[in-house]
Structure formats: structure tokens, C-alpha cells
Nanobody, 125 residues
């Protein structure tokens, strides 16, 4: 199975940028697809971006398209989420998730098999 550890969250002013990282261990990096989800207090968990094993197929939520970029470096077993032009509504706990089907690019929470502990992103206005 896969162990996932997120890092890079913090406090940033509106309009600023953060880069989240997700380090994976326990499985070959090319054997899984990856997604980034976020959850604000009192709200459901939302997929903001997903990427297949090779990086050739990518999904973005409409709310982040054009501002966020997902990428992966399989040699380093790491997935990234570059977040630019941050808004107050981006404030949430961000989770990294792995899907055992490496060809998949899914926005559905139920499709993912492993989850990280989450990292807090707070955007001040």
C-alpha cells in the first residue's frame, strides 16, 4: 500500500502563492494516479485536481482552473500542487490521495484508496 505525507501549507495573503507537496512511499510511483482534495469547515470534500500515472491526463475543478497546477515527478515519488492567485475561498485543509488504478483521472472521493493526513491552507483577505 501507499503512505502519503503532505507539506507546504501555511498562511498567505490573498493574491499570493503556495506550493504543496505530497511524498509517497510503499509503492512504485507509476502504479497509481493521484488527486488533491480540499475540505473547509462545514463543507464536503472537493477534488481540486487529479493526474494519471504519466501526467498525460489531468483534471481541474472549475473553481481553480487557470490558477492551480498539478504535476508529478515519479523519480522522486512526489506530486505537487502549485497554487497561484489565492483567494479567501481557497482556505481549507488540503489532502493528497492515491488511486490504485494508475490510468484513472477521477474527481470522486470514493475512487481513491489511500489518503494523507492533510495540510492547512489559510488565505487572509
Amino acid at each position: 500500500q501507499v503512505q502519503l505525507v503532505e507539506s507546504g501549507g501555511g498562511l498567505v495573503q490573498a493574491g499570493g502563492s503556495l506550493r504543496l507537496s505530497c511524498a509517497a512511499s510503499g509503492r512504485t510511483a507509476s502504479s497509481y494516479a493521484m488527486g488533491w482534495f480540499r475540505q473547509a469547515p462545514g463543507k464536503g470534500r472537493e477534488c481540486v485536481a487529479a493526474i494519471n500515472w504519466s501526467g498525460s491526463n489531468i483534471y481541474y475543478a472549475d473553481s481553480v482552473k487557470g490558477r492551480f497546477t498539478i504535476s508529478r515527478d515519479n523519480a522522486r515519488n512526489t506530486v505537487y500542487l502549485q497554487m497561484n492567485s489565492l483567494k479567501s475561498e481557497d482556505t481549507a485543509v488540503y489532502y493528497c490521495a492515491a488511486d490504485n488504478t494508475p490510468w484513472a483521472v477521477s474527481k470522486w472521493e470514493a475512487e481513491y484508496d489511500y489518503w494523507g493526513q492533510g495540510t492547512q491552507v489559510t488565505v487572509s483577505s
